[in-house]
T-cell receptor
């Protein structure tokens, strides 16, 4: 089954304790991205990657890191989480074929609470 | 840069009412346009899309027409159901392949 898998789905942590949210897709997509969703602000892009070893900042990259060592995986790293990073996080992937629309496929989300 | 503007919600309707959620966009070139739906507790999933002017996307009774002259992609459904209660996101994807999303519109349908 084609899917994007995120883990963990729910996490409560404390300020300053490093954490990683994993994302894996099995569709051989080139493009992967992380978003955060907050009430009244919609979806905001954190980082994206067009292919292996190629990553770029989105609209709200501060406090986050990513890596793309393999095509299927795109982990989101919070080196020193703070309460303002409490949010619902989504990973998404998409093919980048020329001449096609390339819809995004989303994971189910990871709800992070930083105390 | 590219941008998407959606009507603010929540939109509250009774079952079987007609639904319109407005979406307008700003983009260079000829973007593809999308509507995504997010049901409670779930991730976003594609509802419908259109890739060129005058195309109509449709799915599950929802429709939207790509209007280049008005730069709009309004979502419509003739008769909503309680199960349509969700958040709806309009989005575009231009030549850069980096999608741009609207802020989302919450729809609440009462029995």
């Amino acid at each position: 089954e084609a899917q994007v898998t995120q883990n963990p789905r729910y996490l409560i942590t404390v300020t300053g304790k490093k954490l990683t949210v994993t994302c894996s897709q099995n569709m051989n997509h080139e493009y992967m991205s992380w978003y955060r969703q907050d009430p009244g602000l919609g979806l905001r892009q954190i980082y994206y990657s067009m292919n292996v070893e190629v990553t770029d900042k989105g609209d709200v990259p501060e406090g986050y890191k990513v890596s793309r060592k393999e095509k299927r995986n795109f982990p989101l790293i919070l080196e020193s989480p703070s309460p303002n990073q409490t949010s619902l996080y989504f990973c998404a992937s998409s093919p980048i074929p020329p001449g096609q629309a390339g819809e995004l496929f989303f994971g189910e989300g990871s709800r992070l609470t930083v105390l | 840069g590219d941008s998407v503007t959606q009507m603010e919600g929540p939109v509250t309707l009774s079952e079987e009412a007609f639904l319109t959620i407005n979406c307008t966009y700003t983009a260079t070139g000829y973007p593809s346009l999308f509507w995504y739906v997010q049901y409670p507790g779930e991730g976003l999933q594609l509802l419908l899309k259109a890739t060129k002017a005058d195309d109509k996307g449709s799915n599950k009774g929802f429709e939207a027409t790509y209007r280049k002259e008005t730069t709009s992609f309004h979502l419509e459904k003739g008769s909503v159901q309680v199960s349509d209660s969700a958040v709806y996101f309009c989005a575009l994807k231009g030549g850069s392949y980096i999608p741009t999303f609207g802020r989302g519109t919450s729809l609440i349908v009462h029995p």
